[in-house]
């Protein structure tokens, strides 16, 4: 049975990426490059499977890397991907890591990375969680305005120039 991620996963790369592969050789070499932001669970995850399935070049990115198990399994049998340590809260970090990218055109940039509090924490006029707040605002909204200004001359040079900023409820005021 596929699962509800894995299908959403599907769908929006197939639109996304089209449904060729785009790899050029077996090496990737000339394959289109996808940035993935929360690539360690979840939905990311999924985009980064099935990114690397079509042959893609992807950089996955993660808070913490090295407790994405499933992220490193999956790097460790394919070339195409590779990993780099990313909290998308830290500008300092993002600025790195546009600097290493700096000659790499980058075709899509897929800002994924999100948090979330308890309902509790984001309801106003109660017990609000300001503090959990702000790291909410500044992961979800923030953040992948910080990735497109980052990375805009990545996206420039590429071939598809495609920003996509993916959400949920939990991307969501109110």
Known sequence: MISIRT?????????????????ADDAGVDAPTILITGANRGIGLEFVRQSAERGW???????????????????????????????????DQIDALAAKYRDRPIDVLLNNAGISGSMQDQMFGRHSDWAMFERILRTNTIAPLKMAEAFLPHLLASGQKKLVNVSSSEGSIG
């Open 57 to 91: 070049q992807v950089i996955a990115t993660a808070r913490k890397p090295a407790e994405a198990a499933e992220l490193q399994a999956l790097a460790a049998g394919n070339p195409r991907i590779v990993i780099e340590p990313l909290d998308v809260t830290d500008f």
């Open 7 to 23: 299908l959403a996963a599907s769908l929006g790369l197939l639109v996304l990426l089209g449904g060729a592969a785009g790899a």
